[in-house]
């Protein structure tokens, strides 16, 4: 039994639908989708504009087909044979148990032939028709792929005419026993509906180009009969060693018994604060103005989790590697050892190159793969760049969040604010998504520019209503005594009202 193929029996799933043989499509992501691939011996339309990758999924999937044991045949009509093997050249593959059938040859556009080719379009169709069932009565294959249909349908010229041609082609398909994809450069004036409704799936690929950056791909599996499938837009990626599909994460199927707990900061003030650390299964906001001290202090929670032993993995859109952890060392938050085992991965991402599905299929590849237990995003200012507006990043990122969660992994986010002292505003508001919420303040006083934190929500635990002085320095993350002598400190001016000595204060007289 091929290995990309399982055969039908007579039980049915849970739904009641019968279990179908499949024929993988050499895209892990798709198979997914699909719930393992496409039902074998039927005849499904790949639609998209030219450049979205409809060629290169059906290399994949006669590619596959051959890993598999199963003779695959490329039925051409607008590429050449030779342009085909440089595809899947530049993808470094081998067409090694794959027949392409050029339509269109040298011999066919020569003077003597002229009257076969150039004739009435009654002519050139019923041509182009029986020299596809003769390749496929020679060959006999298991898997086809028919490109493309626009060819046909401007032989055709009429609506009536393709459909029966295209009808014929499909009823020809099923008695050979054949699993076939018809690729549509979606050329016709309208939306060709037709092809809808004969095609027992569809499968659309879609390419948007911003103002900057790459192209973003998406894919949409507009019907498939007979099966489930994941539905809606999957995103996806067209790169050399052909097209990865990042299914959309749906958290409800990642649903497990969790039991509660708290794991420490690394900072036991920090802790006290929000009262009783970080509860794994939740996800915690940190949010402050720029150069307030965030990514240290998320750095700092990550390296306690390391030296307890756990893995994590920190996505860095903001700032460099080599920046990040010069500031460790000179912090005493190094964590170069934990890069070296493993245990620690500090992936730097470029937001106009990646996207929300590709970043949601890198995290839970690190959660399920690797084992992580605690994540930190570092910025959403950042991501939000990933985004084509506010209502998706909200979506998208409600959706990793529970996800996380429901696996009891601790995430870290990290939100700048603009301003430094009063008003300070966010691109957008995550608070409500997040379990607790960690908020950095820069406050003036006595000539200095000072930092403060406090705890603003936390959904498991009895968190400290206080604010307290926050500090970095050689010894990494301080939190002094709660600023009871200081109003006015989330307002950015503070008014000084007691005798309560700073954390610089406190340090100099101790070593006086």
Request: net charge negative; proline share 3%.
């Amino acid at each position: 039994m091929a290995a990309g193929v399982i055969h039908m029996t007579t039980d049915t799933d849970s739904g009641g639908i019968p279990h179908q043989a499949r024929a993988s499509t050499g895209i892990d992501g798709l198979d997914n989708i699909l719930g393992g691939g496409l039902p074998t011996h039927h005849l499904y339309l790949v639609e998209g504009t030219p450049g979205s990758g409809k060629t290169t999924l059906g290399l994949q999937f006669l590619r596959r087909g051959a890993e598999d044991g199963e003779k695959g045949l490329y039925i051409t009509l607008s590429e050449t044979a030779a342009e085909l093997r440089t595809v899947a050249a530049s993808h470094g593959w081998s067409l090694k148990g794959v027949e392409v059938f050029d339509l269109v040859t040298e011999e066919g556009l020569s003077p003597e032939f002229e009257q076969s080719i150039l004739h009435s379009s009654e002519v050139e169709l019923g041509e182009t028709t029986r020299g596809v069932m003769a390749a496929v009565q020679r060959l006999k294959p298991k898997r086809v792929v028919f490109d493309s249909l626009s060819e046909m349908r401007l032989l055709a010229q009429n609506p009536l005419r393709y459909r029966r041609q295209v009808l014929a082609l499909k009823g020809f398909f099923a008695n050979c026993g054949c699993t076939v994809l018809l690729l549509d450069d979606r050329s016709a004036f309208n939306d060709d509906l037709q092809l809808h409704s004969i095609a027992h799936g569809v499968i659309s690929l879609e390419q948007l180009v911003d103002q900057y950056g790459p192209e973003r791909r998406h894919l949409r599996v507009v019907k498939m009969r007979g099966i489930r499938f994941r539905g809606g837009q999957h995103d996806f990626s067209l790169e050399t060693g052909g097209i990865s599909v990042f299914p959309r994460l749906i958290a409800a199927e990642h649903r497990s018994a969790l039991e509660s707990c708290s794991v420490s900061t690394g900072t036991a003030a920090l802790d006290r604060l929000l009262g009783a650390g970080l509860a794994r299964g939740t996800s915690t906001l940190f949010s402050g103005p720029s150069g307030v001290g965030k990514t240290t202090a998320a750095l700092a929670c990550i390296r306690a989790a390391l030296l307890r032993g756990e893995r994590a993995v920190y996505y860095l859109f903001d700032e460099g590697l080599g920046t990040l952890l010069i500031r460790s060392r000179a912090l005493g938050l190094s964590v170069d050892e934990y890069l070296e085992n493993g245990q620690l991965q500090i992936r730097t991402l470029d937001p106009a190159e990646v996207s929300p599905g590709h970043f949601a299929h890198m995290v839970r590849s690190a959660v399920e793969e690797r084992g992580v237990q605690i994540v930190a995003i570092d910025s959403l200012n950042a991501y939000l760049q990933a985004m084509t507006g506010d209502k998706h990043l909200l979506l998208q990122m409600h959706e990793l969040l529970t996800y996380l969660n429901q696996r009891g992994v601790v995430t870290i986010l990290i939100l700048g604010l603009h301003g430094v002292l009063g008003d300070t505003r966010a691109d957008v508001d995550l608070s409500y998504l997040s379990d607790a919420a960690m908020q950095f303040r820069f406050f003036e006083a006595r000539g200095s520019l000072l930092k403060a934190v406090s705890v603003v929500k936390s959904r498991t635990s009895a968190h400290e209503l206080t604010i307290r002085e926050f500090r970095l320095g050689p010894r990494g993350v301080e939190v002094g005594e709660a600023l009871t002598d200081f109003d006015g400190v989330l307002s950015g001016v503070t008014t000084y009202r007691g005798t309560q000595p700073l954390l610089s204060e406190a340090r100099g007289a101790a070593e006086h």
